[in-house]
Structure formats: C-alpha cells, structure tokens
C-alpha cells in the first residue's frame, strides 16, 4: 500500500488532547508527515465547534488538503466539519470504517472519539485511513451528487 505523506492538519477539543498528541507525534516521528497542531492544547474545557471550524476551514478552502479531529465522542466535531463545503469527514471509531471511509467516501477529515477508542486502536485506524485508496467511479459520482445538494433540493 503506497501512504499518502502530504501535511496534516488536526485539531482537538478538551476531551481527546491526550490522544490528539500521540497521534500527532505518530505521524510526524513515526511517519515523517507535516502535522500542523491547531490545538486544543491542554485539558482546560473549551467548544468543539471553535476546533472542528478551524480544521474544516482550512481543508474547505484547500489550504489542506487533510485532516484529523477528535473530540470525545467524534460526534460533534463530525458534525461541524461536515457543513463545510467540500469537507468529507467521517467519524470512524474501528478499523472497517477507516477503509472505508476512504475506499467508498474519498474521506478528507478523520474523526475520532478520544473517549471511545484507546491508543492502539487510534493508531491502527489511523494507518488505515493514510494508506487506503479512493476508488472513484461510481462513489465519486455518489459524491458529486451530495456536493450539489441544496436546502432548495
Ligand atoms: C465534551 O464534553 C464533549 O461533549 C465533546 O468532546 C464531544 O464528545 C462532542 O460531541
């Protein structure tokens, strides 16, 4: 499996900082991909949708091309991201949801439960998501046709 090794922006609430930093320190030292750290950074409560916006913004306006959020369900910052143009973030707490988030979905944000999954799994998944390839034709027709949907219809 050839891995995808462009930057990476994550982003955090204070519920997933712990997970946030081993899986940012996996990726730059075990993986030597760019990560770009918008925080949270300690365990000092604060809103999701202040991270999930930041992380989204940047992945919506191509200034990244990826990205990873957690908070401590995923629920929320899924939530959030998802109503940026442009942004495909899926909340994938296992492994079969990593690849196929990315095989089915061209997956551009990964979300994870800093709360639901513990280090290994969270590893385990992330390599999953940097290495599984899309694999257009009919999917990236699917996501054409939700890329288009408006309240309007
Ligand atoms: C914070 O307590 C919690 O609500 C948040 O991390 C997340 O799980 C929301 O979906």
Not at 22 to 36: H, N
Not at 47 to 55: A, H
């Amino acid at each position: 499996m050839i891995e995808n090794t462009s930057p990476i922006i994550i982003g955090c609430d204070h519920a997933a900082v712990q997970l946030k930093n081993i899986i940012k320190d996996y990726l730059e030292t075990g993986k030597g991909i760019t990560v770009e750290d918008a925080g949270a950074y300690d365990d000092v409560s604060v809103d999701y949708p202040d991270f999930g916006k930041y992380v989204a913004e940047a992945v919506s306006i191509g200034r990244m091309e990826r990205g990873i959020l957690l908070c401590g369900t995923g629920i929320g910052m899924s939530m959030v991201a998802n109503r940026f143009p442009g942004v495909r973030a899926a909340l994938c707490n296992d492994i079969f949801a990593a690849r196929m988030s990315r095989r089915h979905n061209n997956a551009n944000i990964l979300v994870l439960g800093g709360r639901v999954i513990g280090d290994v799994l969270a590893m385990e998944i992330v390599d999953t998501w940097l290495t599984e390839p899309f694999e257009g034709g009919r999917h990236q027709s699917r996501l054409m046709k939700f890329d288009r949907i408006t309240v309007d219809g």
